[in-house]
Structure formats: C-alpha cells, structure tokens
Nanobody, 126 residues
Framework: QLQLVESGGGLVQAGGSLRLSCAALGRTLSSDDRGWFRQAPGKEREFVTGIKRSGGRTDYADSVKGRFTISRDNAKNTVYLQMNSLKPEDTAVYYC???????????????????WGQGTQVTVSS
C-alpha cells in the first residue's frame, strides 16, 4: 500500500522558513497527485497547496500564495513544501495527501485524496 511519511516540522520564529518533506513509499512520486493540508487547533483541516503528478500544475490557498512553494523530486520519490515568511497563523499540523484519481485541476477538498501521512507539527512563534 502507498505510505506517506512527512518530516521537517518544528518550531520557528515569525518570518522564518521551514521545508517539509513527504516521502511516498510503494508508489512512484509521479504516479499520484499530491496535496498539503493543515489543521490548527479548533479549526477544520484546510487545503494549503497541491501539485499534479506531472509537476506541471500547482495551486495554492490564498493565505499562503507567494510564501509557500510546492515541488517534487521524482528521483527521491518525495514532495516538498518550502514555507517562507512564516506567520503565527501558519501554526498547524501539516498533512501530506495523495490521490490516484484523475482531474485536470488540483483538488482542493479532503475527500478527493485517498492517502494521508501522519502529519508533522509546525509552530510559528510571534
């Protein structure tokens, strides 16, 4: 079965940067669309960004556009989330997700993703 393993979370001051990784086991990286979601305490899990299996199309939530960058490395079977200019409101558990279904646009809803990682905590201090 496909397994997703996130890493790279931690504590950072506002304005700092973190780079999250999502390693996919059991499938090649390019065979699945990938998405990043986050969930803060007391809030719903929300879409952050996504990337098509080809890597040619990406999408970002308005709240992170211009600050976050999603990318993929087929050789390492890994998707990355580069987070810059972090804000306290970015504090959340970040989840990597994968889907095998086809869609032209990046999926923004949780129900469209079949596989989920365990999550990694990102904490941004003021």
């Amino acid at each position: 079965q496909l397994q997703l393993v996130e890493s790279g979370g931690g504590l950072v001051q506002a304005g700092g940067s973190l780079r999250l990784s999502c390693a996919a086991l059991g499938r090649t990286l390019s065979s699945d669309d990938r998405g990043w979601f986050r969930q803060a305490p007391g809030k719903e899990r929300e879409f952050v960004t996504g990337i098509k299996r080809s890597g040619g199309r990406t999408d970002y939530a308005d709240s992170v556009k211009g600050r976050f960058t999603i990318s993929r490395d087929n050789a390492k079977n890994t998707v990355y989330l580069q987070m810059n200019s972090l804000k306290p409101e970015d504090t959340a558990v970040y989840y990597c997700a994968a889907r095998t279904g086809f869609s032209t646009m990046v999926a923004r809803t949780r129900g469209n993703y079949e596989y989920w990682g365990q999550g990694t905590q990102v904490t941004v201090s003021s």
